[in-house]
């Protein structure tokens, strides 16, 4: 063979090579090479973005922590639940990704946002190769917020409604658990109740106190509050004479946990700002304004966590270690902040049945939510959950 010859077969062996690396790059990370990085929002005080938009899926860097994201809303201000869609993508802990079922909800076309997208699950296999079902368990979480005769459907509920939903729920064998028994049993697998059931109430109001947790008691079921730390115990929205709805106070607040109905946890201490209130610069949720450095939100967001969870713990005596994100806005980087802080859930409201994984703490991130509208029966509550069952 001539050296003309030798060096053609080089260069087309060489070029084969490169596109055979190029092609299984692309089946590894189809999605790696269509990526942009941001996390950022406009802060100059514009309302929030509509959610449950379709968008594609912005840039990842390497993350310490499996960092899933969720979609929520702030429904005291009377918007509704997003849309879940569906793709393709996932981040795992200290393994590589995996490709699984995996929901992405974009915040706005036009303000793009960092790690709008919740987990893919590997569930462990046996030596033979069958799936180990019983190391896995699928949670119902509701979602609950005000109580009171009127008001919006879509976040009020009338006691008697409320009262009904929760007596249907033990009648048909449901088993209201904690986030530490969900922890305990990704943890170490300590078995959960059959028909396991978690129930969340949203904000803190008074109403949580005069008249969800008398029912709960009397059903012998427990719920989780989200409460806001700035907001807590007010009827004053901050620094300014808005009336809002009555928050309950730190005395209520430990009757309910001492009493192991409620359980309370974090929803901010700041981040859930209602713009036509606010007296200065407007942050939507939990995201990075678009002028502000990581290093200048890294602080800011560790700050608010940080004076939330000392709030709960001055007055409960415990860490808060599940969190709700105001307005349901999240970014890769806050999921990590949140990891390092301690937290080992988070929470969105997307509709759907969670999976959690024994052994798989990345399970507890991005939980979906069934926010529950007071127009509801019980009956069509039942239909509900028993349908994602």
């Known amino acids: 063979m001539s050296l003309k010859s030798r060096l053609v077969v080089i260069i087309f062996t060489v070029i084969a090579i490169l596109s055979l690396i190029a092609g299984l790059t692309f089946l590894y990370d189809p999605f790696g090479f269509f990526e942009e990085q941001g996390d950022s929002q406009d802060g100059s005080g514009s309302k929030p973005p509509d959610a449950g938009s379709l968008q594609s899926v912005d840039g990842e860097q390497a993350l310490s922590y499996y960092a899933p994201s969720s979609t929520d809303c702030v429904q005291e201000l009377g918007c509704s639940t997003p849309p879940s869609t569906h793709g393709t993508r996932a981040l795992s802990l200290d393994a590589p990704r995996t490709v699984g079922d995996v929901r992405i909800a974009s915040l706005s076309a036009s303000q793009p946002v960092s790690g709008v997208l919740t987990r893919s699950i590997s569930v462990p296999q046996r030596g033979n190769g069958t799936s180990k079902v019983e190391q896995t368990t699928r949670i119902p979480i509701l979602m609950y917020h005000h109580f009171a005769d009127e008001g919006d459907p879509g976040t009020v509920i009338s006691a008697e409604a409320f009262g009904l939903h929760i007596r249907a729920l033990r009648d048909a064998g449901y088993n209201a658990i904690t986030f530490k ?56 929205y901050k620094d300014t004479d808005y009336r809002i709805t009555p928050h309950f106070n730190d005395a209520q607040a430990l009757k309910m946990v001492r009493s192991g109905v409620i359980s309370v946890q974090s929803h901010s201490y700041d981040m859930h700002q209602y713009e036509p209130m606010e007296t200065g610069r407007y942050r939507t949720g939990i995201l990075r304004m678009v002028d502000e450095s990581i290093e200048d939100y890294t602080a800011a967001f560790t700050a608010d966590y940080e004076r939330a969870a000392s709030q709960i713990e001055d007055m409960l005596g415990q860490r808060p270690f599940v969190y709700a994100y105001p307005f349901g806005y999240y970014s890769e980087l806050s999921e990590v902040l949140l990891a390092g802080l301690g937290v080992r859930v988070t929470l969105t409201t997307i509709p759907g049945v969670s999976t959690v994984v024994m052994g798989s703490p990345e399970s507890l991130f991005a939980l979906n939510r069934f926010n529950i509208p007071g127009d509801m029966t019980a009956d069509e509550l039942l239909e509900l959950i028993g349908n994602y069952s």
């Open 181 to 236: 028994d969900l922890c305990a049993f990704v943890d170490s697998g300590v078995p959960l109740p059959a028909k396991a059931i978690l129930i969340t109430i949203d904000d803190g109001y008074l109403s949580v106190y005069e008249t969800a947790f008398p029912i709960l008691r009397k059903y012998g079921m427990n719920a989780t509050v989200f409460i806001v730390g700035v907001t807590h115990g007010a009827s004053i």
